[in-house]
Nanobody, 124 residues
Framework: QVQLVESGGGLVQAGGSLRLSCLTS????????MGWFRQAPGKERQFVAS????????AYLDSVKGRFTISRDNAKNTVYLQMNSLNPGDTAVYYC?????????????????WGQGTQVTVSS
């Protein structure tokens, strides 16, 4: 079975930083792209970042470019999202997901498995 477990969320003041982690199991981790999505109350789940299976390719939502960095450690089956310069608009539940493909993708339907989510709250 495939399992994904997010951690690292919490409450932070505007301008602060958090690092989210997602530990995976049950797949050939290095074969597949990984993604981060977020969902705020009353809004659809939104693409945030993706990284290719080998780690050389990345893609980001325009509003987080320069502030967020996605990375992966294939030896540890873990993907990370470093979030800097946070603002209240970043408040959401953040989810990690495993893609069906090796290349980066922003399409929710291209991701086969999802974690349970971790709450990020940014105060003003």
């Amino acid at each position: 079975q495939v399992q994904l477990v997010e951690s690292g969320g919490g409450l932070v003041q505007a301008g602060g930083s958090l690092r989210l982690s997602c530990l995976t199991s049950g797949r050939a981790f290095s074969t597949y792209a990984m993604g981060w999505f977020r969902q705020a109350p009353g809004k659809e789940r939104q693409f945030v970042a993706s990284i290719s299976g080998g780690g050389s390719g990345t893609a980001y939502l325009d509003s987080v470019k320069g502030r967020f960095t996605i990375s992966r450690d294939n030896a540890k089956n873990t993907v990370y999202l470093q979030m800097n310069s946070l603002n209240p608009g970043d408040t959401a539940v953040y989810y990690c997901a495993t893609s069906r493909f090796a290349s980066t993708t922003s399409r929710r339907g291209d991701y086969a498995y999802w974690g349970q989510g971790t709450q990020v709250t940014v105060s003003s």
